[in-house]
């Protein structure tokens, strides 16, 4: 199985700050790898998939960058609504989510 | 537009069994694979299953693999969960959700919360 690995589990920035989540993946998986946001007592949202794609909808302060097994989540200037859990997921092989990283605003 | 109503959650002891049921509309269900994806309290998130989009092809996630199955009705555009031999640690909240491709998960429902205790 593939496991995947964000760093930082959390993460406290500032309204305006340039916030960057990396995930790892125990293997390549390409570009198969999707971004979502998650607030409290809400079902995720996709963001970023395929790697870079922006979905239909999603601001374009939010970016994401990499293949094989390293990737990046880029919010270029943190508002105060992302405030959320930030995930990534493959899906090269059966799907698999890293662990999450908490946003905070300082 | 595309909705997905997750229903059948509660609370239920040890050993016993659940099924949960996904309701979609909204789009031509039988035309999309379909996934199962879990969250433990104050947990991440862990997909659990899919099913192709006639049924023919089942995967499933190891931890839940042989006490789970996955099925759907393209007559009733409804997914299905059924799980068996319950444990504490399946106490979750359970969503549906469907790819747009491959499993890039862009619509999901609200959630249907297992809790497993005695």
């Known amino acids: 199985d593939i496991q995947m690995t964000q760093s930082p589990s959390s993460l406290s920035a500032s309204v305006g700050d340039r916030v960057t989540i990396t995930c790892q993946a125990s293997?390549?998986?390409?570009?198969?790898l999707n971004w979502f946001q998650q607030k409290p007592g809400k079902a995720p949202k996709l963001l970023i998939y395929?790697?870079?794609n922006l979905e239909t909808g999603v601001p374009s302060r939010f970016s994401g960058s990499g293949s094989g097994t390293d990737f990046t989540f880029t919010i270029s200037s943190l508002q105060p609504e992302d405030i959320a859990t930030y995930y990534c997921q493959q899906y090269h092989t059966l799907p698999a989510f890293g662990q999450g990283t908490k946003l905070e605003i300082k | 537009q595309v909705q997905m109503v997750e229903s059948g959650g509660g609370v239920v002891q040890p050993g016993r069994s659940l099924r949960l049921s996904c309701a979609a509309s909204?789009?031509?269900?039988?035309?999309?694979?379909m996934h199962w994806v879990r969250q433990a309290p104050g947990k991440g998130l862990e997909w659990v299953a899919i099913?192709?989009?006639?049924?023919?092809?089942?995967h499933y996630a190891n931890s839940v693999k042989g006490r789970f199955t996955i099925s759907r009705d393209n007559s009733k555009n409804t997914l299905y969960l059924q799980m068996n031999s319950l444990r504490v640690e399946d106490t979750a909240v359970y969503y549906c959700?469907?790819?747009?491709?491959?499993?890039?998960?862009?619509?999901w429902g609200q959630g249907t919360l297992v809790t497993v205790s005695s």
């Open positions: 099913i192709s989009y006639d049924g023919s092809h089942k």
């Open positions: 909204g789009f031509t269900f039988s035309r999309y694979a």
């Open positions: 395929d790697a870079s």
């Open positions: 293997q390549d998986v390409s570009n198969y």
């Open positions: 959700a469907r790819p747009k491709v491959g499993a890039v998960f862009d619509y």
